[in-house]
């Protein structure tokens, strides 16, 4: 059984820095695509960042050089460390894994059958 466990969330101020983590097991964790989307109230779910199981990454545009992800495959963990925050970032993280497949669509929330809870994170101006 897939288990995705998030932490690190919190209450920072702009201009402030998190970083997440997302605890996994249940599975080869190395061979699963791995991603971080976020959803604020009334919004839809919105993918961030992603990490295939070879290292290549991309983001979303609205965090392109603040945020970035990172996989420890000996310690089956995701992070995301997420700097410059602003007060859009507000929102529940979660993150997601599913089969490292070609074609796999990175930032598509439909592309991962699996996900964690999820962690609040909270930017005030």
């Known amino acids: 059984q897939v288990l995705l466990v998030e932490s690190g969330g919190g209450s920072v101020q702009a201009g402030g820095s998190l970083r997440l983590s997302c605890a996994a097991s249940?599975?080869?964790?190395?061979?699963?695509?791995m991603a971080w989307f976020r959803q604020a109230p009334g919004k839809e779910r919105e993918g961030v960042a992603y990490?295939?199981?070879?290292?290549?990454?991309n983001y979303a545009k609205t965090v392109m050089g603040r945020f970035t992800i990172s996989r420890d495959n000996a310690k089956n963990t995701l992070y995301l460390q997420m700097n410059s925050l602003r007060p859009e970032d507000t929102a529940m993280y979660y993150c997601?894994?599913?089969?490292?497949?070609?074609?796999?669509?990175?930032?598509?929330?439909?592309?991962?059958?699996?996900w964690g809870q999820g962690t609040q994170v909270t930017v005030s101006s």
């Open positions: 997601a894994a599913e089969v490292d497949t070609l074609g796999l669509s990175g930032l598509g929330p439909s592309s991962y059958n699996y």
């Open positions: 249940g599975y080869t964790y190395s061979r699963f695509q």
């Open positions: 990490i295939r199981s070879n290292g290549f990454r």
